[in-house]
């Protein structure tokens, strides 16, 4: 299976860095390429920023500036570039997310793993319909109901993608035990997903997969630390992008990337260490 577009916004910043690494390796200052290009130096600033799309001819214009003949390298640019015209595949429902929920789901479209902690509720990418949609009702009560539906059935589509047996996408999710115990929805509706989750990750188990791993840091395991907060470090396919991770906060989150997920990183390998291993959380799971 094709992997799905991510539009253009993770293309942008891949083909930027990219052009912003020849032109210093060749030593040449933003001004030159700015007169290659006939245009400004700010120009040549947004397109190594990843700030807008990119002209196929202004891409191998700069190759040629930075001395690149190969043609499969310069076949690869020329990829980069159009794709900084593409569109996501979530994108016939953008006007349901905001921006950062559209750089998510680009990044999670190109990540090849997510780490993440959840509270206070199970992650997204795993819940079940009638789940999903008792959260959005509180989360978006403004929203029609139509929309809601709209909304959580591009959430299974993430599902699904993380879902394949290919093992396309990998998964280790640090879920917090108040998450598990917090009820959403009914009852029913609540006891449906910790059992639909429970079963999904014993039929993984069973296959010998292991690209799906949850773990409940239960509340014996003490403060979490510095993790008050939801957040997922995103680890890209391609080693040109950088590691990015998304902390979430109540009015809109907060990105980091590179170096300075380094901390994220080292609080998420504590909350491992912290937590149960997989098959105490499936036994949670099923009798919380």
């Given at each position: 299976m094709p992997q799905r577009p991510s539009g253009p916004l993770i293309a942008r910043k891949r083909l930027g860095t990219a052009l912003r690494k020849l032109r210093e390796d060749a030593n040449l200052r933003i001004e030159a390429a700015a007169r290659e290009l006939e245009c400004s130096t700010a120009k040549i600033s947004r397109l190594e920023n990843g700030l807008g799309?990119?002209?196929?001819?202004?891409?191998?214009?700069?190759?040629?500036?930075?001395?690149?003949?190969d043609d499969t390298t310069r076949a690869q640019f020329d990829g980069w570039a159009a794709a900084t015209k593409s569109t996501g595949w979530w994108e016939p429902d953008a006007d349901l997310t905001d921006d950062d929920e559209d750089r998510y789901i680009a990044t999670e479209t190109e990540s090849a793993t997510l780490r993440m902690f959840c509270t206070p509720v199970l992650p997204a990418i795993l819940q079940t319909p009638d789940y999903a949609l008792a959260q959005d009702d509180?989360?978006?009560?403004?929203?029609?109901?139509?929309?809601?539906?709209?909304?959580?059935?591009?959430?299974?589509?993430?599902?699904?993608?993380?879902?394949?047996p290919d093992g396309a996408l990998r998964l280790d999710a640090i879920v917090d035990e108040a998450a598990v115990?917090?009820?959403?929805?009914?009852?029913?509706?609540?006891?449906?997903?910790?059992?639909?989750?429970?079963?999904?990750?014993?039929?993984?188990?069973?296959?010998?997969?292991?690209?799906?791993?949850?773990?409940?840091?239960?509340?014996?395991?003490?403060?979490?630390?510095?993790?008050?907060?939801a957040f997922t470090i995103f680890t890209p396919r391609e080693p040109l992008d950088p590691v990015s991770a998304y902390v979430e906060e109540t009015w809109g989150g907060a990105w980091y990337e590179g170096a300075d997920t380094?901390?994220?990183?080292?609080?998420?390998?504590?909350?491992?260490?912290?937590?149960?291993?997989?098959?105490?959380?499936?036994?949670l799971l099923r009798d919380p």
């Open positions: 799309p990119a002209k196929a001819w202004e891409v191998r214009a700069l190759l040629a500036l930075y001395g690149v003949t509180a989360w978006a009560p403004e929203r029609s109901r139509a929309d809601a539906h709209r909304f959580i059935s591009m959430n299974m589509r993430r599902q699904e993608e993380l879902l394949r115990r917090r009820q959403i929805g009914s009852p029913e509706i609540h006891a449906a997903q910790l059992r639909w989750l429970a079963d999904l990750l014993d039929s993984l188990a069973a296959q010998g997969r292991n690209d799906v791993i949850v773990r409940v840091l239960p509340f014996s395991a003490g403060s979490p630390g510095r993790a008050m907060s380094d901390p994220l990183v080292a609080t998420f390998n504590e909350l491992a260490r912290k937590s149960l291993d997989p098959r105490a959380t499936r036994a």
